[in-house]
């Protein structure tokens, strides 16, 4: 079910090392031809194509599923998942040609395996009122390669074996923090992201959030603190060594008006040594850290400028270094649309030829994909079905 | 006819009194809790449909209608007695009881679709829920979840539909929905289903239409057991003091509702769904009401507690703890001053939702509304004027309330054989500023010899649909400020109808057909925004359709067959979405048959594909067809001065695995036995 092959080739260049070392530096070179993708434990990479193949949108709400799209064209097509009592997922992976995505407890704890190129979908269940929080392809553990799960509401990580044929197995790891909101493989451990907050009830932040390493042989296990990093909400990409961490922040929603607790961060982690090497805090005011590596080697951070009229904005960091590119004095991306407005986006994320595309939900929720020179002005603007939340290249 | 009192002596009876039927002029419906009062001040109540009164000059009163005098000779006999409104021309469901005949009254003479239908009717069929009375009822969409109800007419979403108990609206000033799922049926006396716009009678609101519920309290008691736990005791009592009718009434009911269903939603290893039991589903609900009417005034009280699980969707099980717990308290008074009618009424509302594995998660909300209303006759024009408001809190600081006033003239008159009504109202409500609204309709009947007529009607109408108090607080993410969403405004309903009557050899036939347009602008919609789910106007929302009903009644059965045709659009962002829940067709049917005593029922219901997202039309998001059959055999014995109805019902006689709501499971066949007391009333 889920296809390791590599995609078809493409004129990209071939810039997809099996050396860590590469995989682990931070290639942001301006516009063009360099392409980083997420390189995973066992060296193979899930590149992201200079010139995409297609765009994945996921409809999250209203009529959930997975719209297609080319890169160029307006027509798409569409691959349902089922109604939203069954799906509620705001985001997604995008493992070569599959996608990985979760309900809820609120919507029947289940784990979604999408083939795109068969344009097929299939449901595994997981534990009742478990709460997943995202899946990820973890190549190499002491189990092979597997669908990890983290279990938000049972402080655990499901271990998901789905073979070509016959029956799906489930395995646990315990006991894997206060609120495990991602997982990933690494240096022959598996990494829990621990939100640290109490999901199982109002997702009050506890505090920080934390690295947890689990080794896949051994018992003895690494907590590593992300000092300022807090949210009910965290993720991680991982650049061989090194992984992105993206905590949103925390914000008083009980009170009139809203007020910030603390804001989004990305930190920076050095997975070999165990050690943080950086953060940057998002711009004064904003909420929300929501973060993609660009196919230009950028990260890309979707946030709230604030909590007033909550106005999607997009933050470019330095892969090296978290600094912020922007091109004048204000901290976001600058999008413009043809009507010369800045463009509200919900998930931004470049290609390999520094094209941002994101996606803008308008009255009725109707999804556009639009797409942004390097130089930020609009250049295509293409219907994209209805209650896009994410978005993903290949 | 309609413009006098009638007398008619229609055969003989007891030498020193005679039996005085009391009817509306405009329905021709029964008219309960008139009052005879002579010159001597001295008054009877006559609170049934015929009552016995003594010989000599009276003067006959009922609240809303203007005073007849008239003169019961000592001869005896049977005398029919008219009255008018005071308010003429005006669909005053809630002064009207009409009380169904065996097929289901229709409202006569008026360019509107409307059905009523009877308690007493519903009993025989086993029905003893106001939900399952809904249910049984042409034309009308209900569909429920978490043992909360809604309901569709004509095409609108449920908070198009406007529902009343006497008058006042159950409307959840906070949601804009009603959930009758508290009244009890034990304090009802019918109800009625009008569709289309009704900016006259109910106000903002009722762009789809309005479901009028007639309180009418007798003596009866009612014990019902069924499956899936579930428990009925309702009971009803009546008597005079001083002229007046007091009534009381008192109603608990409890289910389990631990029905089977097939998950379909989860992952089963094989894929195929798995069998399971619905848990955390029950209900527990209490009521009492109290009402007095007398000739110059009523008044109505309803306590109502409700206590049910809050199960979650099929798949889903972080909800198997939590409960929710309804309070409703309603107070109506009504009184006659000179001509006027002046009304008040004082509705509140809680919810409480409780989590027991999250408490912190508790939440309240608290709605109150407060109606008054005066009616008179101004110049040959009926004239009303009312204002109110509604406040609602909540926890995490949720707090709205907002004014509201309104005024409105209407006509009805007499031309060429035609019955015209034609009326303005203005709103204003809140920020809202002022909101006009029209109703114009002419009504032409043709007899066509005995028994033989041929009715055609048209009517247009504006209406809106102001935005509820959760639609102002949620469209502002930072809660501040309210942002201007505007009403909703249906801009034309456009109606024409035809109804025909005629004699056959199987028993009298009636036939109706409809017409239907609605264009709506600024549908208030509730999309998810860029932060969490947030309404707003969006686009211009069509409905075309049709709805046709044909019954046929004898002596000894009733047949009634009906059908609805809605194709509906909004229009945004290129998008076409239909109307949720809202079938392209839907119909039903349904049968009484009376033999020696005994009858037998059977309703069928027929919902085609229903979409359940405010997406595009899609079959993977649509619910599939359902038809639905209920059957009864009931029993009337009597015993002494009381008649006792057993009734046996099986709900669902297929068995059909469906879903109202999606996601949410509806129970299977169902078997309950209902009995049903009724000691004879002597006024």
Sequence with gaps: MIHSSRPRSTSVPSIFPAALSICSRALTIGTAALVVAGCSDDGTTDPIQTVPRGIIVLDGIIQPGLTFLADTGSGSTKLNFGPSTEFDAGGFTLENDTVLAVSSRGAGDLLYIADVRAGTVRKVQLPAASNPGKARLLRGTARGNVIGVALRDANRIALVDVPPTGAVTVNFIENAGTCPTDVFQSNGATWVVDANANCKTNYTVIGDVRLIRIPNTGTVRDTLILAGARSSSASAIVQGDVAYVSAGGVANFATSPFTLVSPGTVTRVDLRNRQTLGQRIMPTGTFGASTKLGGDGFLYVSLYEDLLAFRNRTVKLRADNLAIVSSGASPYLTLTTTTGTDADCGSAVADGLGRVHCLINGTGSVTSLVVFNPSGAEIRRVAAGQGGVDLALR | ?683
């Design chain 2, 1 to 683: 006819m309609t413009d006098a009192i009638a007398f008619a002596l229609l055969l003989a009876a007891g030498a020193d009194s005679s039996t005085v039927c009391v009817r509306d002029a405009s329905t021709g419906g029964a008219l309960l809790d008139a009052q005879a009062v002579d010159s001597t001040g001295r008054s009877v109540l006559l609170a049934a449909e015929c009552n016995r009164v003594s010989t000599g000059r009276w003067t006959i009163r009922r609240l809303g209608y203007e005073p007849r005098r008239v003169e019961l000779s000592s001869q005896g006999g049977t005398v029919l007695v008219v009255l008018q409104r005071l308010s003429v021309g005006v669909a005053m469901l809630d002064s009207v009881r009409v009380l169904a005949g065996a097929a289901g009254a229709d409202a006569g003479g008026v360019a509107r679709t409307t059905v009523t239908t009877g308690v007493e009717q519903a009993r025989e069929r086993g029905i003893a829920s106001v939900n399952g009375l809904i249910a049984s009822m042409p034309y009308a969409a209900p569909r429920s979840a978490r043992g909360e109800s809604g309901l569709s007419l004509r095409g609108a979403r449920r908070e198009g539909v406007v529902i009343t108990l006497d008058g006042l609206p159950l409307n959840d000033p906070a949601t804009g929905t009603a959930d009758v799922s508290d009244i009890p049926l034990v304090m009802l006396g019918s109800a009625t289903v009008a569709l289309g716009s009704d900016p006259m009678g109910a106000g903002p609101g009722a762009s789809g239409g309005v479901l009028a519920l007639h309180s009418a309290t007798g003596r009866v008691l009612t014990l019902r057991g069924g499956a899936f736990g579930e428990r009925v005791a309702e009971g009803g009592y009546e008597g005079t003091a001083g002229g007046a009718r007091l009534a009381a009434a008192l109603s608990y009911r409890q289910a389990e509702n631990d029905f089977t269903f097939d998950n379909d939603a989860g992952a089963s290893p094989d894929g195929s769904p798995t069998r399971e039991r619905r848990v955390n589903n029950d209900e527990r609900r209490g009521a009492v009401t109290l009402s007095a009417a007398g000739a110059r005034a009523q008044a109505l009280l309803l306590l109502s507690v409700g206590d049910r699980g809050m199960v979650g969707a099929a798949n889903v099980r972080a909800y198997d703890a939590d409960r929710s717990r309804t309070d409703r308290l309603l107070l109506r008074g009504q009184v006659a001053v000179g001509t006027a009618t002046l009304v008040a009424g004082v509705r509140a509302l809680q919810l409480g939702y409780r989590d027991p594995t999250r408490p912190v998660l508790d939440a309240t909300s608290r709605a109150g509304a407060i109606d008054v209303e005066g009616r008179t006759s101004l110049f040959g024009l009926d004239a009303r004027a009312g204002g109110g408001a509604d406040r609602v809190t909540a926890t995490g600081g949720i707090e709205q309330s907002r004014g509201r006033g309104f005024a409105s003239l209407a006509r009805t008159v007499g031309l060429a054989g035609a019955r015209v009504e034609i009326g303005g109202r203005v709103d204003a409500v809140g920020s809202a500023g002022m909101q006009p609204s029209f109703n114009a309709a002419v009504h032409r009947r043709f007899e066509a010899g005995a028994k033989r007529s041929v009715g055609v009607g048209a009517r247009v109408a504006q209406a809106i649909r102001v935005p509820s108090l959760y639609d102002l607080y949620f469209s502002s993410p930072q809660r501040l400020s309210v942002r201007a969403l505007r009403p909703e405004r249906v801009l034309l309903d456009a109606e024409t109808n035809l109804s025909l009557s005629l004699p056959t050899t199987l028993g009298a036939m009636d036939l109706q057909g409809s017409l239907v347009a609605r264009n709506t602008r600024d549908a208030i919609i509730w999309f998810p925004g860029n932060f969490g789910w947030s309404p707003a106007n969006v686009g211009m929302e069509r409905l075309r359709g049709g709805e046709a009903r044909a019954a046929l009644a004898s002596p000894r059965s009733t047949l009634s067959v009906w059908t609805t045709a809605y194709h509906t659009n909004l229009s945004v962002g290129g998008l076409r979405i239909p109307t949720p829940y809202v079938a392209r067709f839907a119909g039903g049917g349904s049968l009484l048959v009376h033999v020696a005593g005994s009858s037998g029922g059977a309703i069928l219901r027929f919902n085609g594909r229903r979409p359940y997202t405010a997406g595009p039309r899609n079959v993977a998001f649509e619910l599939p067809a359902v038809t639905l059959l209920d059957l009864s055999l009931s029993r009337r014995v009597h015993v002494g001065g009381s008649s006792a109805l057993v009734a046996l019902s099986l709900d669902n006689a297929t068995g059909v695995r469906w879903q109202s709501v999606r996601g949410f499971p509806s129970p299977g066949r169902a078997l309950a036995i209902t009995l049903t007391l009724s000691p004879r009333f002597t006024p």
